[in-house]
């Protein structure tokens, strides 16, 4: 599996947006870039997906560099309730089921 | 988005007991369910992927005798540990994908296993 690299952590403020990047130079043509995010204590949350072009959806957008190899998750506002470990996986389109390879995620501590 | 339930949401056992979780799929059919481990302040680990009406697919140095899987139907997979020992004790938590979601994987809450 391709691995994607994050940094251990972030911190912002809230009600300012956030960057989060993610390095994955090894990307197949068939890799989909997906992110989750995990507050503490709970199950992961699905937040966006991309293949090729930039995604927009409620939660958050995704900006996926022109050569692939790298993409940024943007939360445009961050509340409290956006602290948690987000994490940037890379899912083998050539696969039938979407199994999903977790790294160490990067944790945002969002300040009031 | 779909629904995921676990349960037991916590469970504290003996050494040497075997305890069996549930991970249902409460509002669309899941034709795969995964199963994941995740250990205080780690990453989640992939324990095995199953598929309706087959038998479980485990990932490297997981122990299908000791970890055992079943996805009898298409809302509802079960996890049993057989014989727990401490060094089982960990959050493990259930994930599901319908015909049409493999874009997007459904988790559980997660259900808390403590071994005595």
């Known amino acids: 599996d391709a691995k994607t690299t994050q940094p251990n952590s972030m911190e912002s403020n809230e009600e300012e947006p956030v960057h989060l990047p993610c390095n994955h130079s090894?990307?197949?043509?068939?890799?989909?870039i997906h992110w989750y995010r995990q507050l503490p204590s709970q199950g992961p949350e699905y937040v966006i997906h991309?293949?090729?072009s930039n995604v927009n959806n409620r939660m958050a957008s995704l900006a996926i560099a022109e050569d692939r190899k790298s993409s940024t998750l943007i939360l445009h506002r961050a509340t409290l309730r956006d602290a948690a470990v987000y994490y940037c996986?890379?899912?083998?389109?050539?696969?039938?089921?979407?199994?999903?390879?977790f790294g160490q995620g990067t944790i945002l501590t969002v300040h009031p | 988005g779909a629904v995921v339930s676990q349960h037991p949401s916590r469970v504290i056992c003996k050494s040497g007991t075997s305890v069996k979780i549930e991970c249902r799929s409460l509002?669309?059919?899941?034709?795969?369910m995964f199963w994941y481990r995740q250990f205080p302040k780690q990453s989640l680990m992939l324990m095995a992927t199953?598929?309706?009406?087959?038998?479980?697919?485990?990932e490297q140095g997981v122990e299908k005798d000791k970890f055992l899987i079943n996805h009898a139907s298409l809302t509802l997979s079960t996890l049993t540990v057989t014989s727990a020992h401490p060094e089982d004790s960990s959050f493990y938590i259930c994930?599901?994908?319908?015909?049409?979601?493999?874009?997007?994987?459904?988790f559980g809450p997660g259900t808390r296993l403590t071994v005595l």
């Open positions: 199953s598929n309706e009406g087959s038998k479980a697919t485990y």
């Open positions: 996986i890379l899912r083998s389109g050539g696969t039938s089921y979407g199994k999903l390879t």
């Open positions: 994930s599901a994908a319908g015909r049409s979601s493999y874009n997007e994987q459904f």
């Open positions: 991309g293949l090729t």
């Open positions: 090894t990307i197949s043509g068939t890799d989909y």
């Open positions: 509002d669309f059919q899941a034709t795969t």
